[in-house]
T-cell receptor, first 114, second 112 residues
Framework: DGGITQSPKYLFRKEGQNVTLSCEQN?????MYWYRQDPGQGLRLIYY???????QKGDIAEGYSVSREKKESFPLTVTSAQKNPTAFYLC?????????????FGQGTRLTVV | DQQVKQNSPSLSVQEGRISILNCDYT??????FLWYKKYPAEGPTFLIS?????DKNEDGRFTVFLNKSAKHLSLHIVPSQPGDSAVYFC???????????FGTGTSLTVIP
């Protein structure tokens, strides 16, 4: 049963702590993406990766870091430098470049920083 | 700078009637457009797409129309059902593009 798995679904952290969100896909997709959703702001791109060991900053990369050591995995670390980390985070993948294809999304992780 | 815009944050429609969701874009390099449906606390699910070589694509109750000269696309849902109540996102990508660009979403409520 192919798909994208994000874990955990809900995550609570204290202010000043780094936290890592997991994203795993078994679709054999080359490209993976991290988006952030805030009320009224749609989906904003944090980072994306077209191939293993390569990734690019999106529109709101400050305060975040990623790695792509395996094709299946694209974890996102929310660092203490991120000024407003409380949000709904979505991971997605596509078969290749974002042209003439669709992105498949995971179920999301709701991060709350207290 | 928002390259994909959905200017209506919300829309209410009676069950059985047509729902029309609109989307505008500014980047003339976009050549592939998608609509996603999203329920609260879940990831978006792909609904329908259209390539710039077409002006219409239909899939069951869902039809997407593309007007390239106006840089405008719309999603028609006929007939609307209560289960269609969700947030709908419009998205776009460019040839040789590396990312998808999303609008801010329109919350559709279908009233039984």
């Amino acid at each position: 049963d192919g798909g994208i798995t994000q874990s955990p679904k809900y995550l609570f952290r204290k202010e000043g702590q780094n936290v890592t969100l997991s994203c795993e896909q078994n679709l054999n997709h080359d490209a993976m993406y991290w988006y952030r959703q805030d009320p009224g702001q749609g989906l904003r791109l944090i980072y994306y990766s077209q191939i293993v060991n390569d990734f690019q900053k999106g529109d709101i990369a400050e305060g975040y870091s990623v790695s792509r050591e395996k094709k299946e995995s694209f974890p996102l670390t929310v660092t203490s430098a991120q000024k407003n980390p409380t949000a709904f985070y979505l991971c997605a993948s596509s078969i290749g470049r974002a042209e003439n294809t669709e992105a498949f999304f995971g179920q999301g992780t709701r991060l709350t920083v207290v | 700078d928002q390259q994909v815009k959905q200017n209506s944050p919300s829309l209410s429609v009676q069950e059985g009637r047509i729902s029309i969701l609109n989307c505008d874009y500014t980047n003339s390099m976009f050549d592939y457009f998608l609509w996603y449906k999203k329920y609260p606390a879940e990831g978006p699910t792909f609904l329908i797409s259209i390539s710039s070589i077409k002006d219409k694509n239909e899939d069951g109750r869902f039809t997407v129309f593309l007007n390239k000269s106006a840089k405008h696309l719309s999603l028609h849902i006929v007939p609307s059902q209560p289960g269609d109540s969700a947030v709908y996102f419009c998205a776009a990508s460019a040839y040789f593009g590396n990312q998808f660009y999303f609008g801010t979403g329109t919350s559709l409520t279908v009233i039984p």
